[in-house]
């Protein structure tokens, strides 16, 4: 086998066995190549201790000294090189409390996650593949190096990541890795919020966001997203609907493209159903204002795994709205009230995730709710071609026009301003300076 290293990565490895030592790429850029797929990364480990890789490059910065990496900077791309090394007692579920360095690449291989991820390459030696990676890969399988439980036991995070492996790549968890997962799955309680955040995304934009089904079956959201554990456990006995709360909410996330705000939204879009279940005399569940109690819990769980503030205002916007409108007939005022609630940027997004939504239900008159979605979609282009105002900033006037009219700023103003675009928003065609103007002046507003 032959990997393509690119030239900077391949000069730093030529540098270091120039001088004497041992260099490979290691990890996910082999893995990666391996797959055909585009590394993010060239990492490379040595049996070069941190100052003889220092003492061997013009640039390089200490990024983690302490565990043996250094990054070497070639032009203003960096390499991180870090020496072999065995890994000392893990105290914090995440890092080791002290390394050793080692001269042995078995040893250095040894102590990483899974047999995919500890393969080593270069020119002169070839693959190096001791645990099986390739065996694997070939199977479709993610396994973790040695003990499962020791690898998980040394750093919890391992646990979200052989999930997040598993969505990304297509591959089944081998056996006993996922045992050990189902026993270790309490100790992500000692990972950060950042770190589980971090891999729920890479999951959630993978090509199997649905391989979230893994993380509940082995007992992983019951820790970090307990929230979709009630709705595995929520019933719909309702037409519209052929699967449970969280059944419905797994299918519907593969029925969107991978787009971050539009895929979490999708998770959370029924969050709220477990709290708003009803069952009539009949037996039919309903679920009234889910989507508003909704948003609110996924404001709570995006803060609660530190999602930053665009992306927690953008999800809960589509989470809140999924459901606007649905079940009335399409009209071009139906169409640019939701275009103002959830903002114009936002609105194509919604789009996609009313259609997800509908693709996730029975087929129950399924196509007739297709067919009102399509009626939104040619009235949204027509509202686009034709220039409509939808928001403040395409209303025909603003503050100033006011404030030369002789109405002060304050809260009086901007009820004003508001009443004119609610106004506009059902007339289109009264969207000129000076019908609005006239309007105002004639008090019309207070109506």
Known sequence: MKIQIPEKAKFIINTIEAAGFEAYVVGGCVRDSILGRVPG???????????????LFRRTIDTGIQHGTVTVMMDKEGFEVTTYRIDGKYEDSRHPK????????????????????????????????????????????IRCVGDATQRFKEDALRIMRAIRFSAQLGYTIEEHTAEAIRVMAPTLRNISAERIQVELVKLMTSDHPDYIRRAY?????????????????????????????????LHSL???RPDKAGRLAMLFHDIGKPSTL?????????????ALVGADMAREILRRLKFDNDTIHRVCQLVKYHDYGMGQEPTAYLVRRAIYKIGEELFPLLLQVK????????????????????????????????????????LAVNGRDLMEAGIPSGPAMGEILKA???????????????????WIAAGRYKE
Request: glycine fraction near 6%.
């Open 278 to 290: 009803t069952t009539d005399e009949k037996g039919k569940d309903h679920f009234y204002k889910h």
């Open 217 to 249: 079956e082995l007992g992983v959201t019951a820790v970090v997203l307990p929230e979709l554990d009630a709705c595995m456990a929520t019933e719909q006995h309702n037409p519209h609907h052929r699967y449970n709360v969280g059944e419905h909410i």
């Open 41 to 55: 990364d060239w990492d490379i480990t040595t049996s070069a201790k941190p100052e003889q890789v220092k003492g």
């Open 355 to 394: 259609q997800a939504d509908i693709m996730a239900q029975s087929d129950y008159k399924r196509q007739d709710k297709l067919n009102a979605l399509d009626k939104w979609q040619q009235l949204y282009r027509q509202i686009l071609a034709e220039g409509q105002c939808v928001s403040m900033k395409t």
């Open 254 to 256: 593969v029925e969107i």
């Open 98 to 141: 002290e390394v050793t360095f080692t001269p042995n690449l078995e040893e250095d291989l040894k102590r990483r996650d899974f047999t995919i991820n500890a393969m080593a390459y270069n020119e002169s030696k070839g693959l190096i593949d001791i645990f099986g990676g390739m065996e694997d890969i070939q199977a479709g399988v």
């Open 420 to 438: 004119a675009l609610q106004m506009v928003l059902e007339y289109p065609e009264r969207n000129d300076r000076k019908y609005l103007m006239d």
